[in-house]
């Protein structure tokens, strides 16, 4: 299934629509693209059905489980990992792949870490596979044990996935499970259908079919939905209200579980997302927060814990947990706010006119009286532009209008026409 979209021209308030690829935003990575009022000619679909059917990968799931079950069964110096094709390889399939570069001898330990050599697919647009270093994943699954919950449905957290299955298969009192959703179709190969379901989180959709949604109802209904949590983690560069979309649809499906005295309860949920997101985020799920813990990743050159100022993690988590019950590590800066009633970085200072620790990125933010809020340190009241700003910004007001609608006082994300269409 695709997406649908919108073009719109200057000054123009009806834009003409059409669908594209959900999860490819940049059209050399999946060129699909029709207008929704289009007839598509029977050449065309057919020659559409025929490109799909040549991009399926090698093998499906079922075969992919067989497959690790013999190469677990192999002696070391027989296990390999072809890194051209991302295909762990049997020693019948050795001559095929006999120019490509090889990982040989892969022991056990590393069967149960994929995300260590499986290259991460780093387009910003579509999987945007930044992982979560150690000392982020650690934190989170120390996190969800402290606070009760025996089952994550980790929706694009392979490493916190496998760090979950990795130590129930290592310690007996360990009783934590992991249900993987994912759209790189690779971790096919080292988990079974039980653990991992191809899908993509910009519009629901899981590629195994109904069966694969099954599996994943199955999950969330185990202890009539009790102890259960989805743990997220998009590209950055994904539509917010797409993902929002989607999640929302996974919480109606574990509210199926037919609990009584569910009412307007939600699924626990941590959605990992830059903080600058927090307003968008906010829009469709009112009763999310955002908390203080600076999320780290092992492949990013900048969101790196205890860098400063604007080196350091922009990455947050918001949840719809009670901010109290997110208790954040001491020894890494972190304290309790009493007004607050939340841990908070200990640069965020609580400002009384506010009456908000009012920090978004672990710097002190200064109070300014014209804009009646608090704002980043570096910026300064700008008379031209009535608000807050870095000293050397251009005053730009939004004089030329709206992209859309051509009324000034607007941007076209805030325009009141897309917002009724």
């Not at 209904?221 to 590209?235: A, C, F, L, Q, S």
């Not at 005053?395 to 609608?405: H, N, P, R, W, Y």
Request: net charge positive; hydrophobic share 30%; glycine share 4%.
């Amino acid at each position: 299934p695709a997406l649908l979209f919108v073009k719109t021209s200057r000054g123009k308030e009806e834009g003409r629509r059409f669908y594209a690829c959900s999860a490819c935003r940049d059209r050399k990575d999946c060129n699909f693209f029709q207008w929704e009022d289009e007839k598509v000619s029977e050449a065309r679909l057919a020659a559409r059905e025929e490109y799909n059917r040549n991009h399926q990968p090698t093998f499906t799931h079922k075969q992919n489980v067989e497959r690790y079950k013999k190469f677990v069964l192999l002696p070391l110096s027989k296990r390999r990992f072809c890194h051209e094709c991302q295909q762990l390889l049997l020693p019948s399939e050795w001559e095929k792949h006999s120019n490509h570069q090889f990982l040989c001898d892969i022991s056990t330990a590393q069967l149960k870490s994929p995300s260590q050599f499986l290259y991460p697919l780093e387009n910003k647009k579509t999987n945007a596979q930044y992982l979560f270093a150690d000392r982020s994943c650690q934190f989170l699954l120390n996190l969800l044990i402290d606070l009760g919950f025996r089952r994550v449905l980790s929706v694009g957290t392979p490493r916190l996935h496998e760090m979950i299955q990795s130590k129930s298969s290592q310690e007996e009192d360990f009783r934590v499970r992991s249900l993987l959703l994912d759209i790189d179709f690779r971790y096919s190969q080292f988990y079974t259908e039980d653990e991992f379901c191809h899908y993509n989180m910009f519009n629901h959709h899981f590629f195994g079919g109904e069966a694969a949604r099954e599996t994943c109802r199955k999950f969330l209904y185990e202890d009539n939905g009790e102890r259960v949590i989805m743990v997220t983690d998009p590209p950055f560069g994904g539509l917010v209200e797409a993902l929002a979309s989607s999640f929302k649809k996974l919480m109606a499906m574990w509210k199926e579980t037919g609990k009584e005295g569910q009412g307007n309860k939600e699924m626990p949920m941590f959605w990992i997302f830059p903080y600058f997101f927090e307003s968008r985020i906010l829009d469709f799920f009112p009763s999310f927060s955002m908390m203080d813990y600076q999320v780290d990743y092992d492949n990013h050159a900048l969101y790196k814990h205890g860098k400063t100022g604007r080196r350091q993690s922009p990455v947050r988590i918001f949840t719809n947990l009670t901010p109290s019950m997110i208790v954040l590590p001491v020894e890494e800066g972190y304290r309790f706010c009493t007004i607050c009633e939340r841990y908070v970085s200990s640069g965020n200072q609580h400002c009384e006119i506010c009456n908000s620790c009012t920090s978004k990125d672990g710097r002190r933010w200064k109070h300014c009286v014209l804009c009646k809020k608090c704002v980043k340190p570096s910026w300064c009241h700008c008379n031209n532009c009535n608000c807050c700003a870095l000293p050397n910004h251009s005053c730009e007001k939004t004089d030329s209008g709206c992209f859309v609608c051509g009324k000034a006082g607007h941007k076209r994300s805030a325009c009141p026409t897309l917002s009724r269409t």
